[in-house]
């Protein structure tokens, strides 16, 4: 009987071994690729003594690969809060489509560890803190412009979890700028949207799109 339990516990054990080494099905590797990626874009939350989980070293980003994938597709990590190609910002945290389809293709090609050799390391920064500006002005519900304004970019200030805003700015020829649009939004990520380009709004745009309760801070360029 116990040689029969000895038996039955190598074959199950075996079984588990096999199973632990994926089928590789494609060429994207971490050391090449994927390590590139995150530690551009997901280095600063994901580290050893970051907020959450490290994604500094294969071992570690290993076991989360599957879920890594889900919330890249549906644009939930890096946590950016707003929908991209409404407005353009220089300091877009979030993937392009292309590092999108690299990280899905290593996930479901086997996740790869490779053989070249790695980048190094990031030098971890300290995020900037949001200070307020002289000239900075404070939207909630519609707001018309009383004088020119460049705007340099936008801030949320009070934002109901989970909002969807979707701002834009009326100009008095009629024509209309795409600002921002924040979408499952999450107030523990705050940052600053810059904008790419600083935008001059003359006397009597309108900026529209922030419901009474909330605000946005329009930062001056």
Not at 21 to 38: G, K, L, P, Y
Not at 85 to 92: I, L, P, Q, S, T
Not at 141 to 163: C, I, Q, S, Y
């Amino acid at each position: 009987m116990l040689r029969f339990v000895l038996v039955v516990g190598s074959f199950f054990a075996g079984c588990l071994a096999i199973s632990a080494h994926d089928v590789i099905t494609t060429s994207v590797t971490w050391n090449r690729e994927i390590s590139r990626i995150f530690f551009d874009r997901c280095a600063s939350c994901h580290n050893e003594k970051g907020t959450a989980f490290s994604m500094m070293t294969y071992a570690e980003a290993r076991p989360w690969a599957v879920a890594i994938k889900e919330e890249i597709l549906n644009r939930r990590m890096p946590p950016w809060g707003a929908v991209k190609g409404f407005g353009e910002f220089r300091n877009d945290q979030g993937l392009t489509q292309e590092q999108i389809e690299l990280i899905t293709a290593w996930v479901e090609g086997g996740v790869p560890e490779g053989n070249a050799k790695l980048p190094e390391k990031p030098k971890l920064t300290p995020a900037s803190p949001i200070t307020a500006k002289r000239n900075q002005i404070v939207v909630t519900g519609d707001l018309t412009l009383m004088k020119a304004f460049r705007l340099d970019g936008l801030v949320p200030e009070n934002v109901p979890p989970g909002a969807a805003l979707k701002i834009v700015a009326r100009l008095p020829d009629g024509s209309v700028e795409p600002l921002l649009w924040l979408y499952e939004y999450k107030k523990e990520h705050k940052h600053a949207f810059l904008l790419r380009k600083p935008l001059s709004l003359p006397a009597g745009t309108v900026i529209r799109g922030v419901p009474k309760g909330a605000s946005i801070i329009l930062l001056p360029a």
